[in-house]
C-alpha cells in the first residue's frame, strides 16, 4: 500500500542550559520535550550544561584552594558538572523504556585545540554518535567540554554548552539546533534588567554574534560563528513554554522582519576593567611597546583612548581588559613602566561596557548621538567611547550601569515596547 510522505524532523540537536536541568523535576520536564520529538520519529541528541549553579560552585571550590585556578586539572574538574546532569538524564530516559546514553563530550567525538578553559571545537568525529542514531538510540552529550590531542578533556568557556550543540548539529548535519534556555527568545535587551524588552522573531548571525561578544549571556558567542560556518538552523526558546516560538539565528538576507531597524539590541558587559597608564613620553613606538607586551602574554585590549597629558608633553593610555585579565595586566606591566618612561598604572574594576548593536545603524547618521543623548538624559556619565560599522560601545560606573541599559532601551525601542511586564514571558 502506498503511503503518503510524512514531513517529519530526520534529526535534532536539542540543548538544555543550566536553568532547564536545575533539579530532578526540570531534568523530567526535559526528558518530556526529548521524547516528544523522538515519539514524533526524529532522532534527537540532547546536548546538557550543569545541573542549575553547578558550574559556579565548582569554581567557587577551586578558587577556595587555590588563588588562581586553571589547567588540565581544572578542565577536570569543570567537566564534571556536566557528566552529572547527563548521566542523570539517562538513567530517567532510561526508567522511561527509552534506549538512551549519556556521553561525554570526548566520548561523542568532540576533539578541541590544545588550549585549557578556552579551547576552541576543532572537529566531530560522528561515526560512533550516527551508529547509536541508527539503533534507534537517544543520545545525551555533554557540553562544554571535548578532548585535544593528547587525549586530555578541555573546556570551552563558560557559556561553552551552546558551542558544542551547534558544532555536533554541523558535524551531524542536523536538521535543526534547539537551543532551550529559560527565557522565550532573543530580546532587544536582558529582560531581566528591562522587563519591556521586545522579543524578536529572528537576527542576523552577525547581530547575535556581536550582542553575544558584548555580553548578552542568551547564546556563546562562538557557538553563533559556528553556526554561519556550518550553516546550522539555531533557534532560541524557552524550556518553560513551549507554546513561544522563540527566536531563529539567520543568515542577514533571509531577514524576513523589519530589517529597516537601527539597532537589533543592547548588551552590557560587567567583566570588564580600566587600565590607565599615565605619563607616558609623547613619541612614536611607546603605544606598540606597551600593547605588544600586553598581547605576548593573551592578554585582550577593547576600548582604547590615548589623551595628551596635562603638560602637553606626554600622553596617558587608557584601555579596557576583561576583569579575569585585570590582575595578569598588572602584573605585565608594572616592571615596564621604567622602560616605557610612565609615571604610573591606573586600574580600575568598577565599569561594565553598554554596547547598541545593528545592521541598520549602517551609513545612518545620528544612532550615537542619541545614544548619548539618552545617556546624558539619565545623568549617566561616559567614560570611553569604541565603535565600528555595526556597533558603538561605551564604558560607565558598574552602578550606572542597568540605568545606562534602561535609558538606551527606551530611546530605541519606545515605540514598540508598550507591553507591561509579563512574568510567563521570562518562561518560569
Ligand atoms: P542557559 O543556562 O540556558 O545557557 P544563560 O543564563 O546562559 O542560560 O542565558 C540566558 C540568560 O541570558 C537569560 O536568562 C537572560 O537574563 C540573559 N540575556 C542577556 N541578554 C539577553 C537577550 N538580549 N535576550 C535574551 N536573554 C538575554
Ligand atoms: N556549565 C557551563 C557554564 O556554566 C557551560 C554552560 O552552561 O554552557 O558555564
Ligand atoms: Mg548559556
Known sequence: MFKGKINVTRLLVQKFGGSSLADT???????????????????????VSAMGKTTDGLVALANELNSSPQGRDYDMLLATGEMVSA??????????????????????????????NTARIKDVETDYLNTLLEAGTIVIVTGFQGENSKGEICTLGRGGSDTSAVAIAGALKADACDIYTDVTGVYSTDPRIVPNAIKLDEIAHIEMMELARLGAKVLHPRSVEAARRWGVKVRV???????????????????????????????????????AVIGLPDK???????????????????????????????????????????QNAEAVLKPILHDLGAREVLLDDNVAKVSIVGVGMIDRPGV????????????VNIGMIATSEIKISVLVSSSQSDKAVQAIHHAFFSDASSEELVPSKLGY
Open 25 to 47: 523535576d526540570k531534568i523530567k520536564g526535559v526528558a518530556d520535550i526529548i521524547t516528544t520529538a523522538y515519539d514524533a520519529g526524529t532522532q534527537v541528541v540532547a546536548i
Open 87 to 116: 548521566s542523570l538524564l539517562a538513567l530517567h530516559l532510561q526508567s522511561r523504556g527509552y534506549k538512551a546514553i549519556a556521553l561525554t563530550g570526548f566520548q561523542a567525538g568532540v576533539r578541541t585545540e590544545d588550549v585549557y
Open 237 to 275: 526558546r524557552s524550556t518553560f513554554n513551549l507554546n513561544d516560538e522563540g527566536t531563529l539565528v539567520v543568515d542577514e538576507a533571509m531577514m524576513s522582519q523589519d530589517s529597516t531597524r537601527a539597532v537589533a539590541g543592547v548588551a552590557c558587559d560587567k567583566n570588564q576593567a580600566r587600565v
Open 284 to 326: 612614536p613606538g611607546i603605544a606598540a611597546h606597551l600593547f605588544k607586551t600586553l598581547a605576548e602574554k593573551s592578554i585582550s585590549v577593547d576600548m582604547i583612548i590615548q589623551s595628551i597629558g596635562q603638560d602637553g608633553v606626554t600622553n596617558d593610555i587608557a584601555f579596557t581588559v576583561n576583569t579575569w585579565d585585570l
Open 368 to 379: 550615537a548621538a542619541s545614544m548619548f543623548q539618552a545617556l546624558a538624559e539619565a545623568e
